[in-house]
């Protein structure tokens, strides 16, 4: 998991202090959360509306 946010955040994270690498990574994992939480949600809300 760590490999591969390094390798995906172009910005050189051991340049950075602790605190805004912590962020960065943080907030990839609330960007993933929420989509995962919200991308079935409406998904599932949009092939109801399609079935019926």
Do not use: D, E
Not at 11 to 26: A, E
Not at 34 to 42: D, H, R
Request: hydrophobic share 60%; glycine share 2%; net charge positive.
């Amino acid at each position: 998991m760590k490999k591969g946010y390094v390798t995906k955040i172009p910005l050189p994270i051991k340049k950075l202090s602790k605190k805004t690498s912590f962020r960065l990574v943080w907030i990839a994992i609330m960007i993933w959360l929420i989509l995962f939480l919200i991308l079935p949600i409406a998904f599932n809300v949009a092939w109801k509306m399609v079935t019926r």
